[in-house]
């Protein structure tokens, strides 16, 4: 297996733990129960699940109300397609297993 082909099964499985992460807190949140933290929360976002957070607060309606997750989780994902183009178009890296 390259590289490319674990960085995108990394990419899938931190943005479907983004997803569910959301999707465990909203319904936690409704019981009343123990929270994940919004650092956690955040974690996931910065560590390459961004989009799945993002997708996860739209669906379940999650953190919507709150500035620093509607204005930060795009911005995090932003940042994140900004630095993926640039290492796919401007500063292209080849990727070989020795």
């Given at each position: 297996m390259?590289?490319?082909s674990y960085i995108l099964?990394?990419?899938?499985?931190?943005?479907v733990a983004g997803f569910l992460s959301m999707a465990v807190d909203k319904s936690k949140a409704r019981r009343n129960k123990w929270r994940i933290p919004e650092a956690t929360l955040f974690l996931f976002?910065?560590?390459g699940g961004?989009?799945?957070c993002l997708l996860g607060m739209r669906i379940f309606r999650h953190k919507?109300?709150?500035p620093k997750f509607y204005i930060g989780i795009p911005i995090i994902?932003?940042?994140?397609?900004?630095l993926i183009v640039w290492f796919l178009f401007i500063a292209p890296l080849r990727?070989?297993?020795l």
């Open positions: 390259e590289v490319v099964l990394y990419f899938a499985v931190i943005n976002a910065v560590f961004s989009l799945g919507t109300q709150k994902l932003g940042i994140q397609v900004l990727f070989r297993i």
